[in-house]
């Protein structure tokens, strides 16, 4: 039977500047994060830049596994391109989310949030990744709940 390939999904997001406060990051600035990140395609296997707020996410599928020091560095140049931009453009906030000048291998206790999970590849599989600004884990629980646990949305628990 042939070994299914280990695939990891990195979710990395930070707050390197904002339009008028806390609202959206500006289109130069989440430009210069593509841009950043399409320069080291080869190491991913595809991206997404999105943002929430004021947040940029960066959403990689690879298979380097979790807290690769590659993949975090790759974040970290974005988000500091990203800040170079904001920086220029005046925006609000520029790299707040960036606490230490310099990369240390990982992105973990530096300011931007991140989410990993490696699981082996399957046909057809999907997954959703809930972005979120100025808000708690506990804002999800309504939701999971009326998705999974209430027999009005979820006829399998009859």
Same mark, same amino acid.
């Given at each position: *039977?042939? @070994?299914?390939?280990?695939?990891?999904?990195?979710?990395?997001?930070?707050?390197?500047?904002?339009?008028?406060?806390?609202?959206?990051?500006?289109?130069?600035?989440?430009?210069?994060?593509?841009?950043?990140? @399409?320069?080291?395609?080869?190491?991913?296997?595809?991206?997404?830049?999105?943002?929430?707020?004021?947040?940029?996410?960066?959403? *990689?599928?690879?298979?380097?596994?979790?807290?690769?020091?590659?993949?975090?560095?790759?974040?970290?140049?974005?988000?500091?391109?990203?800040?170079?931009?904001?920086?220029?453009?005046?925006?609000?906030?520029?790299?707040?989310?960036?606490?230490?000048?310099?990369?240390?291998?990982?992105?973990?206790? *530096?300011?931007?949030?991140?989410?990993?999970?490696?699981? @082996?590849?399957?046909?057809?599989?999907?997954?959703?990744?809930?972005?979120?600004?100025?808000?708690?884990?506990?804002?999800?629980?309504?939701?999971?709940?009326? *998705?999974?646990?209430?027999?009005?949305?979820?006829?399998?628990?009859?």
């Amino acid at each position: *039977m042939k @070994e299914a390939m280990k695939i990891t999904v990195s979710v990395i997001k930070a707050d390197v500047g904002g339009v008028g406060g806390h609202t959206k990051p500006s289109d130069g600035l989440l430009d210069t994060v593509k841009k950043t990140v @399409e320069n080291s395609k080869d190491l991913l296997i595809d991206y997404y830049i999105g943002y929430c707020g004021d947040d940029v996410h960066i959403v *990689m599928s690879h298979t380097k596994g979790v807290d690769n020091q590659q993949i975090h560095e790759l974040a970290w140049k974005a988000f500091e391109a990203g800040t170079q931009t904001a920086k220029q453009e005046g925006l609000y906030g520029a790299g707040q989310d960036l606490l230490k000048d310099s990369f240390s291998g990982n992105v973990k206790g *530096m300011g931007p949030g991140v989410a990993e999970l490696e699981f @082996e590849e399957r046909p057809n599989e999907a997954f959703t990744v809930f972005a979120a600004d100025k808000t708690e884990p506990g804002a999800f629980n309504y939701p999971f709940y009326r *998705m999974f646990v209430d027999a009005i949305s979820n006829t399998g628990l009859i």
